[in-house]
């Protein structure tokens, strides 16, 4: 079972930039896909981005395609979500989470086991 904890959130302005890293521990990080999610007040959590086991495939939400970008190190068994012109509607606690398939983090979020605490982002106007 890999344990995961997100931290670099804080309260920043539109235009902003912000790095989350989720760094794991116990299963072998290096063989499982990350991904971020997202969960604004009153809102369904969503898939923001994921990258595959080694680092060569990543994927986004249209949302952030071009402004966020998604990485790893699995030296550091680290994941990290650069978020760059930061907006308001980008106001979310943001969850790392871990799973040996991509497809299952990009398509069935609900059937992954391992999640960080979630880390809060808040951006204002």
């Known amino acids: 079972q890999v344990h995961l904890v997100e931290s670099g959130g804080g309260l920043v302005q539109a235009g902003d930039s912000l790095r989350l890293s989720c760094a794991a521990s116990g299963d072998t990080f290096s063989n499982l896909a990350v991904a971020w999610f997202r969960q604004a007040p009153g809102k369904e959590r969503e898939f923001v981005a994921a990258?595959?086991?080694?680092?060569?495939?990543?994927y986004y939400a249209d949302s952030v395609k071009g402004r966020f970008t998604i990485s790893r190190e699995n030296a550091k068994n680290t994941a990290y979500l650069q978020m760059n012109s930061l907006k308001p509607e980008d106001t979310a606690v943001y969850y790392c989470a871990a799973n040996p398939s991509s497809l299952v983090l990009r398509t069935n979020s609900k059937a992954v086991k391992a999640w960080g605490q979630g880390t809060l982002v808040s951006v204002s106007s």
């Open positions: 990258i595959s086991w080694i680092g060569g495939v990543t």
